[in-house]
């Protein structure tokens, strides 16, 4: 995939949607869904989260819900595997869990399977607190496999979840 250039990132960025108060009051919620929505930004996000783990990868792990929407545009777009990771109470025998709290709420993630000898790339919408992909790194590794690296699409540093995952790739940040 060729890599973004700066207009093309620009491009993008500017279709993020921000709502305040979503989904509870004091939160502002930033919806990539417009992004996604457009062809030429989803080509230029899907590349500028690859572009740093070129090679490095042979599964992409994407978490319940807006995860799995990148992991699956960035495995078909490198030809690799996806790891569907998933809230609680939807994966049939799990092998790994864990629980985790977020911006707004709790959660727990489950998959199944064994990862021994994979090279796990774990991609993500948002970095908000960082619980989510601090638990998602957890997971992979209980699962036997290697964190090859995390990239999300829009980091929110104020919340200062690179403290949790320090070497976690953004494409943005707000
Ligand atoms: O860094 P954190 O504080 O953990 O927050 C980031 C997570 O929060 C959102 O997921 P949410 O649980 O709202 O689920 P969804 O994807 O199903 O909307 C977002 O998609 C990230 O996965
Ligand atoms: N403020 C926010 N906007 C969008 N997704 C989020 N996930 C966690 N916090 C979020």
């Keep these: 995939m060729p890599t973004p250039s700066p207009d093309d990132l620009a491009r993008a960025e500017s279709r993020i949607a921000l709502t305040p108060d979503f989904p509870t009051p ?77 911006e707004y709420g709790v959660a727990t993630i489950e998959a199944a399977g064994d990862l021994t000898g994979r090279r796990v790339l774990v991609v993500d919408d948002v970095l908000a607190t960082g619980g989510t992909l601090a638990a998602a790194v957890s997971l992979v590794e209980q699962l036997g496999g290697e964190v090859a690296g995390i990239a999300v699409v829009l980091e929110l540093t104020e919340l200062r979840g690179r403290e949790r995952v320090p070497q976690a790739h953004a494409v943005f940040t707000a």
């Design 26 to 102: 004091g939160v502002l919620f930033r919806d990539i869904g417009p992004v996604l929505a457009d062809a030429g930004s989803l080509a230029t996000v899907t590349a500028a989260l690859a572009a740093p783990f070129e090679g490095r990868y042979d599964l992409v792990a994407g978490v319940e819900a807006r995860g799995f929407l990148l992991a699956g545009a960035l495995a078909a777009a490198t030809s690799t595997g996806l790891l569907p990771i998933r809230k609680a109470g939807k994966t049939p025998n799990p092998t790994a869990s864990v629980d985790f709290a977020l």
